[in-house]
């Protein structure tokens, strides 16, 4: 009976979570939808697995950015140099925004 209750609760903590309600919030919606304790820690526990993982996904996607964004600074950096011409924006822009995409990707990978 168990399994029911849950193949009928989870999609309904989901779409709390996709609402914006906090996990004690949708807690308190699964009590009062006479989800067992247990039951409803299972949901909130399967619900911040997903939102973890869906995290690491965009931390991943974010770093693959910063590097690409660094390594592209660097090449344009050299380049430039060897032409005489302005470095500053490819140096300073360029490897600004990767360091700082590759830091939020790491953010979002150790789920911070």
Not at 1 to 15: G, K, R, T, Y
Not at 32 to 55: S, V, Y
Not at 82 to 106: E, N, P, Q
């Amino acid at each position: 009976m168990n399994h029911v209750e849950h193949n009928d609760l989870f999609p309904v903590a989901q779409s709390l979570r996709k609402q914006g309600l906090n996990y004690d919030e949708i807690a308190l919606q699964l009590r009062e939808k006479g989800a067992p304790e247990n039951l409803m820690q299972d949901i909130i526990e399967k619900l911040k697995a997903l939102r973890l993982i869906q995290k690491r996904n965009t931390g991943f996607t974010c770093c693959a950015v910063g590097v690409v964004l660094l390594i592209a600074g660097c090449l344009l950096t050299l380049v430039l140099f060897d032409t005489g011409a302005s470095i500053k924006l490819a140096m300073y822009g360029l490897t600004t925004l990767g360091v700082i995409f590759t830091f939020k990707g790491l953010a979002d990978i150790m789920g911070w």
